[in-house]
T-cell receptor, first 113, second 110 residues
Framework: GAVVSQHPSWVICKSGTSVKIECRSL??????MFWYRQFPKQSLMLMAT?????????EQGVEKDKFLINHASLTLSTLTVTSAHPEDSSFYIC?????????FGSGTRLTVV | EDQVTQSPEALRLQEGESSSLNCSYT??????LFWYRQDPGKGPEFLFT???AGEEKEKERLKATLTKKESFLHITAPKPEDSATYLC???????????FGKGTTLSVSS
């Protein structure tokens, strides 16, 4: 079946530094990928839609200069959290659409100290 | 605005005690309703997609049904390994990203 690989699975960084999260579609091409954020006991909230070869579309309230998205190939999208602060600590999950349905990565737990 | 509401927020069952989880939705032109299972610290794992009212799908101890306003996930004779958070999501007419409910956390004790 369609697999989305997400790395790293967890990361701890210092406040003010940047962190990059990778999302790869392993056995299919994904022109569109989605980035979600999930706080404890909360729903997955869509942050942005990543489009291969063009700019990402951000949801209302999501700072595009803070959450940089790059979708340079049909199998790779990256999310960079710039100048991270403790309030950015969360569970970040990517998703892609193979032929049918939506497949999710295993998530990245970001802790900013 | 598209909205998905799941209830209950948490559910505790004894092994073998059947029950149902509810997902109520408001969406402009439903293209699909999705059920996922999420274990702690993991990404959602696909269970079912339902497309039209009256549709039902089954997988082992799980059965999903759909009406015009809500979906149910029925769990028959659950086992401890069924313990997880169950997420409901809808895809609207625009057909882009999924909109998720907050989930129901199921705990099954032996």
């Amino acid at each position: 079946g369609a697999v989305v690989s997400q790395h790293p699975s967890w990361v701890i960084c210092k406040s003010g530094t940047s962190v990059k999260i990778e999302c790869r579609s392993l056995d299919f091409q994904a022109t569109t990928m989605f980035w979600y954020r999930q706080f404890p006991k909360q729903s997955l909230m869509l942050m942005a839609t990543s489009n291969e070869g063009s700019k990402a579309t951000y949801e209302q309230g999501v700072e595009k200069d803070k959450f940089l998205i790059n979708h340079a190939s049909l199998t790779l999208s990256t999310l960079t959290v710039t100048s991270a602060h403790p309030e950015d600590s969360s569970f970040y999950i990517c998703s892609a659409r193979p032929t049918h349905g939506y497949t999710f990565g295993s998530g990245t737990r970001l802790t900013v100290v | 605005e598209d909205q998905v509401t799941q209830s209950p927020e948490a559910l505790r069952l004894q092994e073998g005690e059947s029950s149902s989880l509810n997902c109520s939705y408001t969406v402009s032109g439903l293209r699909g309703l999705f059920w996922y299972r999420q274990d702690p610290g993991k990404g959602p794992e696909f269970l079912f997609t339902l497309y039209s009212a009256g549709e039902e799908k089954e997988k082992e101890r799980l059965k999903a049904t759909l009406t015009k306003k809500e979906s149910f996930l029925h769990i028959t004779a659950p086992k401890p390994e069924d313990s997880a958070t169950y997420l409901c999501a809808v895809q609207d007419q625009a057909g882009t990203a999924l909109i998720f409910g907050k989930g129901t956390t199921l705990s099954v004790s032996s």
